[in-house]
């Protein structure tokens, strides 16, 4: 059987979530499940993020799945309610819900004394900069002290655009005009912080912090690795060896033949391709974990099957091959990949085996 599979180590995810407790003690933790779990599987993740107090995800039907799985915290829709109706659906299963726009703030209101029973709160999203989703500085005050006079709980929330990036103006100017709406509104619950700015700013970690990224143990910095933040690989996304050739000096591999091979090589042919969501598009030079050992990938990704150089290395058909996971990190292949680590693990197909450690 084609063994290509993604395992899902839950001591990881559960060791990276208490990560986040460490770095924000004092803030409830809404661990973000969207996009089935940034592609690790919501049901095998909900269950080792059980401690989480809520959880965050961005549309209604993927918060009625964490229902249906059997889950009772507090759930936040990130984008709110695309529709009336849904609002509805909200209420009964107790979601809460972010409104960015006046319409979503109508919709509110309209149903605001079952919304109020359920006692859920209301998430306000501040646009400081990032230009998506939230009301101006100008609107937002105003909107909010109508939401508190019909008796919603507010909590004041917005994201930011470059909290990964050390020295971005933005990042002061969003901070700076969080920071002066929370003083206008005061008393108010706030949430700010994803990954990244849990990582870097625990001054703003407040009610609410949101990790996304860091659970699954990828790094949302370009420049520090998941060692340097002390977190640890969740995903181990691995194949088999399924034939060996040798190939001389001036033959080429794959299709396209723009792989050469300028001396004598041993190639491992590994079940995996762009089918699997391995990507195919390199920038550089991309590489495999075999037996601990890093192993390039030559030629070009097939939907099924990659050539691997293992010259010098003693594999045999059925050796497992790691695409990412604890020795070749999720991040570096995205790298040679010209992309983020989120990107690879979100859009991982159907295909590949999926299993719990
Ligand atoms: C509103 C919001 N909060 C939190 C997160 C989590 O971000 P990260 O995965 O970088 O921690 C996201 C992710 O896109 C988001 O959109």
Not at 47 to 74: H, T, W
Not at 233 to 254: D, H, K, R
Request: proline letters at 3%; a negative charge.
């Amino acid at each position: 059987m084609r063994q290509a599979t993604v395992c899902i180590d839950s001591e990881a995810l559960q060791y990276n979530l208490n990560r986040v407790k460490q770095l924000a003690p004092t803030a409830q933790i809404v661990s973000m499940v969207k996009a089935n779990a940034y592609g690790h599987g919501v049901k095998d993740c909900l269950a080792a993020l059980n401690e989480s107090d809520a959880f965050g995800v961005a549309c209604l039907e993927e918060a009625l799945e964490i229902r249906k799985l059997g889950y009772s915290q507090p759930v936040t829709l990130i984008e709110g309610v695309f529709s009336e109706d849904e609002m509805q659906i909200a209420i009964e299963q107790k979601f809460e819900c972010v409104v960015h726009q006046t319409q979503q703030v109508e919709w509110l209101i309209a149903q605001k004394d079952a919304y109020i029973a359920q006692s859920l709160k209301v998430w306000v999203k501040l646009n400081s900069g990032m230009n998506r989703l939230g009301f101006k500085a100008d609107e937002i005050i105003e909107i909010i002290q109508t939401l508190k006079s019909e008796g919603f709980n507010c909590v004041l929330t917005m994201h930011f655009a470059n909290a990964d990036t050390e020295q971005h103006p933005l990042n002061e100017a969003q901070k700076n005009q969080f920071l002066a709406i929370k003083a206008a509104c005061k008393p108010i619950l706030a949430s700010c912080c994803n990954s990244a700015a849990i990582l870097k700013w625990p001054e703003l970690n407040f009610d609410f912090v949101r990790p996304g990224i860091m659970l699954y143990g990828a790094s949302p910095f370009a420049d520090r690795s998941i060692a340097d933040l002390d977190l640890k690989p969740v995903m181990s996304f691995t194949a088999e060896i399924i034939a060996l050739n040798s190939i001389e000096s001036g033959e080429s591999v794959g299709y396209g033949s723009h792989f050469v091979a300028e001396r004598p090589m041993n190639l491992a042919i590994v079940s995996i391709g762009y089918g699997d969501g391995y990507p195919r598009a390199f920038l550089k030079q991309n590489f495999v974990a075999i037996q601990g050992q890093l192993a390039p990938v030559v030629g070009r990704v097939a939907m099924d099957m990659i050539a691997i150089d293992v010259t010098g290395l003693s594999v045999n058909l059925g050796t497992e091959v790691e695409l990412w996971g604890q020795r070749r990190w999720v991040d570096d292949v995205a790298k040679a990949n010209g992309t983020i680590g989120y990107e690879l693990l979100c859009r991982l197909s159907n295909r590949p085996k999926r299993k719990r450690m």
